[in-house]
DNA sequence: TCGCTTCGTTTTGTATACAAACGGGTCGGA
DNA sequence: TCCGACCCGTTTGTATACAAAACGAAGCGA
């Protein structure tokens, strides 16, 4: 990892990801290779990367730009995270290890202290946990690769509707009753359990999407085609 | 699509594929830039990008090697596959022109004609246009590129299963009936004749993989970990 | 005889130099 | 004045040269 085209894609990346790198921003090689220290060599391989996983468009003009993050982007990008996220909940209630996910439930039903002690960050990083205990209760290496795909562009989306606390309140019920359901190998449960909290979350992003565009002004260009 | 990466990209995929470049084959940039007449500059972003999508593993050594092929990772595949494809089935379901799916029953119905005129590859190109009318009622490009991603090594997978004609029959008249109930509008039906289907998929290549390696001959080293 | 260290070869990773193509701008003509 | 063609600058795409690191083998020592 102390390859320096690793270095510029995780740099890269994390712009991205934290909107310092708007939607709609070309991203010249050489200004890129220089800002960053590193050769055109390994920023092309840096930058072909991260078309590939989505977060760089290159199919407009010769010079790539950030991908767009739209409100039909992320429709798009949740009804495919419904796909993975409930099937997966399924065969995590078949297969998972109930102590696992119970002492996850347990978490999040403290959740709300835990976000009044330490903040949305500190939350954000049990749902990560609580990823990684799905992935491993998956036991498959493909389906996470898939996973991963989405949680990168939805940690992106996520940015917007960062600092809402009533939310993140009641995402944490919602996580704590997709824990007891797997637990409890509730399949049925799990998955519109699932579901539900996807819904929450889509409409929440996409109101705090729709708040930050008056009208009339399009954060950056349209989705891919009409 | 006439750079020298793109063109090598290809030719090293259509020969993975192929199983030309058996699992595990050492991919040696030097020599590969040689056979293919490109320098090892296009040709390295030609093996990110396999590397990238899982053609090509460059986690064990430092010289990359054709991704395995076992029983285990198929089996990771097609759990990722019913995923997509059940709730793609959903979806396509509740949105698409009844016309597009009525045409494409009756050309499953009658497929059994087509594997005896034309052959398997005929039958392949029918399911090929299913996939499109699938992504076409999706309308959904972030799903497409998840179901393009399991496609393309779905195509290696097949061509070991190739040529079992029963088969294909059982497999046109599956079709036909996922197309009939999302013609219908059926969502539950749907959903359900393509986890039939996929079943029936996955048992059939697990068979015959199971025949091609006699046992204690392991086609080419084990899945990932443990 | 087994294990460790060390050296050599091979392979990847990076930098730079060069060629080609796209876009913008300007000049000329209708 | 408007349209079109041509030219030039910038940017990407490709090739090659160089550096660093990893694998393997051989030799030494216990």
């Known amino acids: 990892m102390a390859r320096a085209s690793d270095s510029a894609y995780k740099a890269l990346r994390e712009q991205i990801l934290h909107w310092q790198l708007l939607p709609g921003t070309p991203l010249s090689e050489i200004e890129l290779a220089e800002r960053l220290g590193v050769s055109r060599t390994p920023l092309r391989a840096a930058l072909a990367r991260l078309a590939l996983e989505g977060l760089v468009d290159t ?8 991908s767009d993050v739209s409100a ?17 909940a399924r065969l995590a209630a078949r297969r998972c ?13 403290s959740a709300p202290e835990l976000l009044l002690t330490e ?13 990684a205990a799905l992935d491993h209760a998956l036991g498959n290496a493909v389906y996470r690769g898939a996973l991963d795909g989405v949680r990168l562009h939805l940690a992106r989306a996520r940015r917007i509707a960062t600092a809402n606390p009533d939310r993140l309140a009641r995402s944490a019920e919602e996580h704590r009753l ?10 049925a449960l799990a998955a519109s359990a699932t579901t539900v909290h996807l819904n929450a979350s889509l409409t929440t992003i996409l109101e705090t999407l729709e708040a930050r565009t008056p009208a009339g002004h399009p954060a950056s260009g349209q989705k891919g085609s009409a």
């Open 59 to 66: 199919s407009r003009g010769r010079t790539g730009v950030v």
């Open 178 to 187: 997709i824990c007891t359901a797997i637990r409890d190998g509730d399949v």
């Open 119 to 131: 903040g949305s960050d500190a939350y954000y990083a049990l749902v990560t946990e609580f990823d």
């Open 72 to 88: 039909a982007s992320i429709t798009d990008l949740f009804e495919l995270r419904e796909a993975l996220e409930t099937q997966a």
């Open 97 to 109: 290890d109930p102590n696992v996910f119970d002492a996850l439930a347990a978490r999040f039903a």
